[in-house]
């Protein structure tokens, strides 16, 4: 299974561990623009999206990947430390599958994710 992880913070190394120790491919973006181009061009099985990003932020990536014949049924799934009333839903009104909080908490990290596979 191939896993894209978008994510500009240290918290995509962290990821990258948890999921290839796991057994998981990982392909990475560090921005927006470059999680929608790799989301059409590697086709990933799942894609864990921070929401707060540069050059293109976590809800329009995930609006752009949605609108995408090629990748509109990869689940994705917000990875954010946003953590106020209505961010949840506002991810899910993106496109998101799911939410994860940060920080990513490597117990129960793997079995949050095999959830949307």
Known sequence: M???VVDDEKSLYLARFILEKNGYEVIEARDGLEAVDKASRESPDLILMDMQLPELDG?????RIKADEK???IPVIAITAYAMKGDREKT????CAGY???PI???????EIKKYL
Do not use: D, M, N
């Not at 809800?59 to 609006?63: D, G, L, P, S």
């Not at 899910?92 to 496109?95: C, K, M, S, T």
């Open 105 to 111: 908490v490597p117990a129960t990290f793997v079995e």
């Open 71 to 73: 990748s509109a049924k």
């Open 59 to 63: 809800y329009e990536a995930t609006r």
């Open 100 to 102: 994860i909080g940060k």
């Open 2 to 4: 191939r896993i894209l």
């Open 92 to 95: 899910l009104e993106a496109g």
